[in-house]
Structures are given as C-alpha cells and as structure tokens.
C-alpha cells in the first residue's frame, strides 16, 4: 500500500550475525554485529531514503563501535 505523497514503501531490515576468528597471529575471539535498516522506497527501487544503525561487539582483542547513518539513492 503506497504511503505519504510520494506514494513510496517503507522497509525494515534487521541483521544478526556472529563470527569465530582463530588466527595464530592473535588470540582467537568472536564477533557478534547487529544492524537495523529503515528505508523508504520510492518508485519501486529508482529512489530511496535510508536510516541504518549498526552494533559489533568482541568478547576480547577488538574494541565495541557504533555506525550510524543517512543516506539517500537515486538511479536514472
């Protein structure tokens, strides 16, 4: 159902993923990373405006970091 004046969509993405890492070089370690995206597609997909946040966390060798953004798309 097309929504707001620009008869656009909205959609949400989550994501969960984790990752082992064994390396000789560093002690082994696990990553877990989680992202939400928002976006509002308009006119199928020739046009969006995005909202992301991501998590990743490390049980040890790594530091946690936040990204977050805006953003817009535009194909002719």
Do not use: C
Request: glycine letters at 6%; a positive charge.
């Amino acid at each position: 159902m097309p929504i707001g004046k620009l008869n656009g969509k909205f959609e949400i993405l989550g994501k969960y993923a984790k990752a082992d890492y064994t390396h000789a070089a560093v002690p082994s370690f696990d990553q877990k990373t989680t992202e939400v995206n928002f976006n509002y597609v308009i006119k199928q997909f020739k046009a969006r405006v995005m909202m992301f946040y991501k998590d990743t966390r490390f049980n040890k060798v790594e530091p946690n970091f936040w990204q977050a953004g805006v953003g817009l798309q535009l194909q002719m």
